[in-house]
């Protein structure tokens, strides 16, 4: 079993910023691709960011400039940092771990989701 417990979500006025963390617990051999995803009202859930264990990282178009993502390896946490947010940014972001346990299983894990709401 893995645990994801995200925190850094809130209430944020257009054009500031936020750090969301996403700290992956439990039963880990390794960690391998860590995303940020998030969901509007009424929207389906839409990829934010991913990098890989390497570092290489993918940004939504609409998000690229604005937001970066990071991780830390030893401590299985990864990190949302946003800029210039705007009322679209609005939405419940969920954290997304693939993790592999010391049988070579893999398996997805999300977390429970932090909301971010920009006021305009």
């Known amino acids: 079993q893995v645990q994801l417990v995200e925190s850094g979500g809130g209430l944020v006025q257009a054009g500031g910023s936020l750090r969301l963390s996403c700290a992956a617990s439990g039963s880990i051999f390794r960690i391998d691709v860590m995303a940020w995803y998030r969901q509007a009202p009424g929207k389906q859930r839409e990829l934010v960011a991913e990098?890989?264990?390497?570092?290489?990282?993918t940004l939504a178009d609409s998000v690229k400039g604005r937001f970066t993502i990071s991780r830390d390896n030893a401590k299985n946490t990864v990190y949302l940092q946003t800029i210039s947010l705007n009322p679209e940014d609005t939405a419940v972001y969920y954290c997304?771990?693939?993790?592999?346990?010391?049988?070579?299983?893999?398996?997805?894990?999300w977390g429970q989701g932090t909301q971010v709401t920009v006021s305009s």
């Open positions: 997304y771990a693939k993790s592999i346990a010391i049988s070579g299983r893999a398996a997805d894990n």
């Open positions: 990098i890989t264990r390497g570092g290489s990282t």
